[in-house]
């Protein structure tokens, strides 16, 4: 990828570039639970955003995506953003550096990436992380500490491109570090790596294919569903809250926001339990708990899908230890853990099976657990 873009860049630009990179990411365990201030528990992975930069010496950006094959430019003042949804990414990243009262100028970009567009393994905070660790470094010394980094591509994607996530996506791309999970705690924003081999298991994606798009999807109305459960049970989160105080509130809630709520309670518990599990190595609990999870998100948040719980059924049937739907939902992938020797097994049945229903294939992606954003000398 290194290759190809400085390649592009110099045909298009030619001056000499810096190389920077982020990563996409998986989460064991934790869905939906960061922005009610839960617990999450993700990895930076293998596949990343690389992006070739240089200074250019203007007021403006000047942009080629390499996989899109279109070139765009913007300004940097607040109504200089572009039409280009993929552009207002790095639009959106330049202005949350430039409102934080830090520098960007002008500065010529070409980037690529490897982490398969819509399948859950946030592509768009690989993106934002690449740039706001890039331009922290271009043009402020790096004076911007890592959380405001994260922060700034979350803000970007409140603020330019309709998602009101939570940080877990763009904090795993950022402190990402190779073998290790992190658990976050997103309230105090407390985090500790955890290093992750399982001996004998291999970790594994199977992506169904179908279109993952958070943009005005349902996502925005779980986080709503959430909020207003909080305010009836007078606590700022979800975090604060308690089955026993949730069940006082009942009545006081719709049938929809229960179930939601419930489901958040329950993973917030789950998440701390997948921690203690792995300190001891037993991976039969992790998978349980992730099985549960995928159960939770497909009866109670209600973000699953009719080939995303195929997927799941499958892997019980194959005996996989543990598998769930991953990320935001509505499409995507589920991530499962795979003893070694019941791995090839599944891979083919998962293939065969899914093929006969939907009439094609879903796609395996193994994960390696990687670094984070950096610079790429
Ligand atoms: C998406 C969001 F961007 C994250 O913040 C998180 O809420 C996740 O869905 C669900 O856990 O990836």
Redesign the pocket.
Known sequence: MKDLISQLFHQRFATTPVFYASSGRI?LI??????NGGF?FPGAIDKCIMAAINVNGTDKVRVFSADLQQYTEFGLREEDAPAEQWARYIFGVCREIIKRGFTVNGFDTVFAGNVPLGA?L?S??ALESCFAYALNDLFNENKIDKFELAKIG?ST?HNYCG?N??????FASVFGKKNCLMRLDCRSLEYEYFPFDPQGYKLVLVNSKVKHE?VDSP?NKR?QSCERVAATLGVETLRDATIDMLNEKKDLVSEEDYKRAEYVIGEKQRVLDVCDALQRSDYETVGRLMYETHHGLSQQYEVSCEELDFLNDIAKECGVTGSRIM???FGGCTINLVKDELYDHFIQVAKERFNEKYGHEPIIIDVVISDGARRCD
């Open positions: 989460n934790g869905e939906h639970t960061d922005y999450v859950g946030s768009s905070a979350q994607e998602v996530c939570g940080i877990m996506d763009q958070l996502y986080r990320g935001g939902g």
